[in-house]
């Protein structure tokens, strides 16, 4: 297949570049990542963030290995919870050496083992996105094949007419592109993610390589089950007129109106962007008379007025130069391990909407504000940063009285006097705040 990209910033012709591809009309470069093309409009700042996402999941996991080494050499363990808190640490430790080498594709040369001069996230909060879609993995490689064609079952339900150049946007492992391709004869399925971990993996699986990972169910039936070596591979060859790209797909690195059909797969609960704006993003990218086919929930976190019920997507589909076809919903089988205690059942939407206009334009958020990829923009006033200089500028006040010599009270009386506030009324703040800290 023909490279199907183009600049996701200015829309212009690539040429092959060094380790990439680069724009003949702005000039941005493209990096192949893990054999993947890295086609965000800001491919360094993409890795440096995950380079210190990389970090701060590593930082994470130390501290889980050396607390669940501490664990096992407790005394009045049962030998068979020691055992069983062994088989975790040591699949933890074996999952770290296998995500590290997923990532050494990812990370930048140049970042790579230099000093690290800014504090990473605090490894105890657990926030990992690192391995934040493991479990589709699991679900698309190994155990979840009636997952997997009920999926598809899905997007057969929806399309009425051949797929012809055909898009999935929130690709995840790739698992459906290769599906919808498979089985569904799209002309070429190009599938789009901004998370690296899962294309990644797959991206390795098609070349033929094999990869061990743990799945750690929840609620697991046995011992062995705490965490489930499991060895992926391909399910099948890679079928031809495939492609996948690193790409924020409202931002897709495709000509306007060059596509047939956008398939999106979970994806709209899941994008940071309204659905507004989704829908307006889809809509450009497909020619007149295209088909927009979507599947899953709708989001259920933020604020209460972009938490459209479906009625009102519905309205805001057709509001967007959207005829509205099929539709249905569903209960429908998520994440069905069969190593796991419990299950999940999720209510998904499907519609098919046929596009008959073009829409006004309405630019979807960036993926990373402007300020951060051209570093000579003004940042700009936020209130949530002025509310974080504050209780920063309070935290590293009281956290420099903390040198296991002063009391609560003498903190107290100290501050208060620097803040010109009275004591007793710090002292009521200052113990739930403490509180809540991790003293460990
Ligand atoms: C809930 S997962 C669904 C994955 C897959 N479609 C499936 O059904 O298993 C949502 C996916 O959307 C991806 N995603 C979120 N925002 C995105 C964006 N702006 N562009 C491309 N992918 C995005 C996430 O990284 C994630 O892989």
């Not at 990829?373 to 209130?383: A, F, G, H």
Request: charged fraction near 20%; include cysteine.
């Amino acid at each position: 297949m023909t490279d199907p990209f183009v600049c996701p910033r200015c829309h212009g012709v690539l040429e092959s570049a060094a380790g990439g591809t680069r724009c003949t009309a702005c000039g941005n470069a493209y990096p192949v990542v893990g054999g993947v093309p890295c086609m965000l409009e800001d491919p360094s700042l993409w890795r440096a963030l995950w380079k210190s996402r990389l970090d701060d999941y590593l930082a994470a996991i130390a501290q889980r290995l050396s607390a669940l080494d501490a664990e096992a050499n407790a005394p009045n363990l049962l030998e068979k919870t020691r055992k069983r808190i062994r088989h975790v640490h040591d699949a933890v430790a074996s999952d770290r050496r296998a995500f590290v080498e997923l990532f050494a594709d990812l990370v930048p040369r140049e970042a790579a083992g230099g000093p690290k001069l800014l504090p990473g996230a605090d490894p105890r909060t657990g926030d990992t996105p690192v391995i934040e879609y493991s479990e589709h993995l699991f679900r698309d490689f190994v155990w979840g094949q009636s997952e997997t064609e009920s999926a598809l079952g899905l997007v057969k339900r929806l399309a009425s007419q051949p797929l012809g150049k055909t898009a999935v946007y929130g690709v995840g492992t790739g698992r459906l592109a290769l599906d919808v391709q498979r089985e569904l004869g799209a002309e070429r399925t190009v599938g789009l993610d901004i998370h690296p971990l899962p294309l990644l993996v797959t991206s390795r699986l098609l070349r033929g390589e094999e990869l061990e990972l743990h799945e750690y169910p929840l609620a697991p039936h046995s011992s062995e089950a705490t965490a489930v070596r499991h060895r992926l591979k391909a399910p099948f060859p890679k079928p031809e007129n495939v492609a996948f790209a690193f790409a924020d797909a409202l931002r897709p690195p495709l000509a306007p109106g060059s596509l047939d059909t956008v398939i999106t797969p979970w994806f709209v609960d899941a994008v940071a962007a309204d659905i507004r704006e989704t829908a307006a993003a889809v809509n450009v990218a497909l020619r007149p008379g295209g088909v927009w086919l979507n599947y899953g929930p709708l989001r259920f976190q933020g604020e209460l007025s972009r938490l459209y019920v479906i009625d009102e997507v519905h309205d805001i589909v057709s509001a967007t130069a959207f005829e509205l076809g099929t539709r249905f919903s569903e209960d429908v089988p998520y994440f069905h391990s069969p190593h796991s205690g419990t299950h999940r059942t999720d209510r998904v939407f499907g519609f098919a909407a046929r596009k008959t206009g073009e829409t006004p334009a309405l630019p979807p958020p960036p993926l990373f504000a402007a300020w951060l990829s051209d570093t000579s923009l003004p940042i700009p006033v936020s209130r949530s940063f002025a509310g974080l200089q504050k209780t920063s500028i309070l935290t590293v006040g009281i956290l420099s009285m903390i040198d296991g010599r002063h009391s609560l009270a003498d903190i107290a009386t100290s501050l208060a006097q620097q803040w010109g506030v009275p004591p007793a009324v710090l002292m009521a703040e200052l113990r739930p705040f403490l509180a809540r800290l991790p003293f460990d």
